[in-house]
Nanobody
């Protein structure tokens, strides 16, 4: 059984930082492409960042470039998202996701991500 568990979310003030983690089990972590998605109330889920199975290819949404960093630790089966200079518009539920048939440089297609976690809430106040 595949299980993805996110943690690290919370409430911070604008300009603050958070580090999200996604602990994975039940799948060959190092063979998957990984991503972070977010969904704010009333909005569609959007891709925030992705990293390829090889750990080299990455994608960042324009809105987070220069502020967020994705990384993976294959030895610990864990995906990370380091978020700095947080803005109120970063407020959302953040989900990690895994997929095999994914172009990690563009985080597409979204349908290629077939495993998702339950999410962790990030709230940024102004």
């Amino acid at each position: 059984q595949v299980l993805l568990v996110e943690s690290g979310g919370g409430a911070v003030e604008a300009g603050g930082s958070l580090r999200l983690s996604c602990a994975a089990s039940g799948l060959p972590f190092d063979q998957y492409n990984w991503g972070w998605f977010r969904q704010a109330p009333g909005k569609e889920r959007e891709a925030v960042s992705c990293v390829g199975w090889e750990g080299i290819t990455t994608y960042y949404a324009d809105s987070v470039k220069g502020r967020f960093t994705i990384s993976r630790n294959n030895a610990e089966n864990t995906l990370y998202l380091e978020m700095t200079s947080l803005k109120p518009e970063d407020t959302a539920m953040y989900y990690c996701a895994a997929g095999l048939i994914v172009i990690s440089s563009s985080c597409t297609p979204v349908t290629g991500f077939n495993h998702y976690g339950q999410g962790t809430q990030v709230t940024v106040s102004s």
